[in-house]
């Protein structure tokens, strides 16, 4: 008789794990545990599927080439016993047995195990207030409720939404939702979008980017219940910014490990609530291994434990604790936290440490904003990005980075992903050897530009001010030069608001500089930031004391600007 394998789940790291025991033990008796009528499928794909681009939600559950991943597949292809609507109701760690409920019967049974695997994975948060249990109030965790929000789309009835929760489900839901001609409001309980993801600057990019698309956001808005019709369907959010009217509403406020197993069992759960696991993803019982959203990793910069459920992070679990149940010596060494989307047509991204994050962690932060576009400007395709880095200002090493925009961002990301893991710094990560060719990149590519910048901050050649700095010091009033070194048409276009504001352009700004006050504070600004540098550094050679450049220009100005006479 083989090694008896029981895998308690069925979405992600369960059947990796079960599929690639097999491959490497052909004789093991592996079996899977699934409370759900539903394998291995594409949680991630669900709102794609409610905005139509994924037609049957059947597609979500196919490999690439077609063939649906249920029982039968695993029994046929894969030589796995799988039971469906199954639940896990306990595990005798002494005698190595999982106790087993059909959900359908409710027969009880036990099977003996040699190793046993957890990939509970997690579970959409759903508040207790009142109306929760509404009519068309949704949560986003399953194909069934894609399905259940896809038909309530299509019944015609529903023409606004209400999205409690602006994070990465959210946004996506947001984005299928407003597709399809449905008026979408987020509320956020936070005063900004993707606050575990990105720095506050680049969030306020995000906002107004959705914004511009009709998003309607109330941010730092809490909701205090839910308020029903006559018919027991969804008719407001009550928040502490006013009723929010709508049709539906999806509930997208985070997703929490699901444990309870494991903590029954007397399994040791980490710091941040999930199931402690060690480098070859074995639980505080050797003969019991975990992997994916039910689990935390390590963070990789700092050293601590970190709860980032991710589809990739599931899979890459799943193939090292299938190699580790036959005989294999696999490692997960952590995670930089990587995590991409897309919303209204930005790609946005985050790898490694936020801005305020690098900080609690001890690291003497510096940072960069670049804008650029994602290839050379005179190729018809080029979209812009905006990229900001996170460095050790004493060892310069890169601690994260985060991108967005029109543009391919997340080849950025993905890059700086790398360069993270293997510790490396500013100087080498400016350096690296990418690919060039006008299609793809500008010769110095836009992440290279942003760890240049950082680069001359820290030898005292450049210095700058962010964006969320200088709205501050317009709105208090303050005594200063706000400089715009762009063209008269550049400017009467679009141009920072505030009486601070004058008109130079670039080209004349040798030659006028003494009509500049040196006694005051000079902030210049571009378009991007590059002729706002230049013009920082030709008043640094003319003798000005105290003068700096706008972080990223207009383009990474995230508040409104206005437009007005070009006149010098």
Request: aromatic share 6%.
């Amino acid at each position: 008789m083989g090694k008896r394998i029981v895998v308690v789940g069925g979405v992600a790291a369960g059947p990796k794990a079960a599929a690639r025991a097999r491959r490497r033990d052909p004789e093991a008796e592996i079996t899977i545990v699934e409370k759900g009528d539903l394998l291995s499928y594409a949680g991630c794909g669900l709102p794609f599927y409610v905005a139509g681009l994924v037609h049957e939600a059947e597609e979500l559950m196919c490999t690439a080439s077609g063939t649906v991943r249920d029982a039968g597949f695993f029994k046929a292809v894969k030589d796995v016993q799988v039971l469906t609507r199954t639940l896990a109701e306990k595990i005798d760690r002494q005698r190595k047995e999982l106790s087993v409920i059909k959900l359908e019967t409710g027969e009880r049974s036990v099977l003996p195990y040699d190793k046993l695997v957890l990939a509970t994975g997690g579970n959409p948060v759903m508040p207790r207030m009142k109306g929760i249990d509404l009519r068309r109030v949704y949560r986003v965790g399953h194909p069934a409720d894609a399905v259940a929000i896809r038909e309530a789309v299509e019944s015609g009835e529903v023409d606004r939404v209400a999205i409690i929760g602006g994070g990465l489900i959210g946004l996506e839901m947001a984005d299928a939702l407003s597709n399809q001609g449905i008026d979408v409001t987020i509320v956020e309980l936070k005063d900004q979008l993707l606050t575990w993801l990105l720095d506050p600057d680049i969030a306020a990019l995000l906002a107004k980017h959705l914004r511009s698309k009709g998003v309607d956001l109330r941010l730092g808005a809490g909701v205090k219940e839910f308020e029903g019709d006559a018919e027991g369907n969804f008719k407001a959010a009550l928040t502490d910014q006013g009723p929010v009217e709508a049709d539906m509403a999806i509930v997208a406020i985070g997703v929490r490990p699901n444990v309870s197993l494991a903590a029954e069992a007397g399994l040791k759960l980490g710091t941040t609530g999930a199931i402690a696991v060690n480098e070859s993803l074995q639980t505080s019982d050797p003969d019991i291994y975990a992997g994916g959203d039910c689990v935390e990793s390590i963070n990789l910069i700092t050293g601590k434990p970190a709860y980032v459920p991710m589809g990739s992070t599931a899979n890459k679990h799943g193939r090292i604790i299938g190699d580790n149940l036959t005989g294999g010596q696999e490692r997960f060494p952590g995670i930089v936290g990587t995590t991409v989307l897309k919303s209204f047509g930005f790609n946005v991204g985050r790898t490694g440490l936020c801005e305020q994050a690098a900080r609690d962690a001890g690291f003497d932060v510096i940072t960069s904003v670049a804008p650029s576009p994602d290839c050379a400007h005179y190729y018809p395709a080029n979209k812009m990005v905006v990229v900001k880095m996170i460095a050790d200002a004493k060892t310069r090493r890169l601690l994260g980075a985060q991108a967005l925009g029109m543009g391919d961002a997340v080849k950025r990301v993905d890059v700086a992903a790398t360069a993270i893991t293997f510790g490396a710094t500013l100087d080498q990560f400016a350096n690296l050897d990418l690919g060039y060719a006008p299609p793809y990149s500008t010769a110095i590519d836009v992440a290279a530009h942003a760890a240049n910048v950082a680069r001359n901050k820290l030898e005292g050649i450049a210095r700058s001010v962010s964006p969320l700095d200088l709205k501050r010091k317009i709105d208090a009033g303050e005594d200063f030069v706000l400089l715009d070194v762009r063209s008269p048409k550049e400017f009467e276009t679009e141009h920072l608001p505030g009486s601070q504001v004058r008109l130079v352009p670039l080209g004349k700004l040798r030659e006028r500089s003494g009509e500049l006050p040196k006694g005051k504070e000079i902030i210049t600004y571009c378009k991007v930031s590059l002729r706002g540098y230049e013009a920082a550094r030709i008043l640094d050679a003319a003798g000005f004391k105290d003068v700096k450049f706008l972080d990223g220009g207009v383009v990474a100005w995230p508040y409104e600007t206005v437009t007005g006479n070009g006149k010098e």
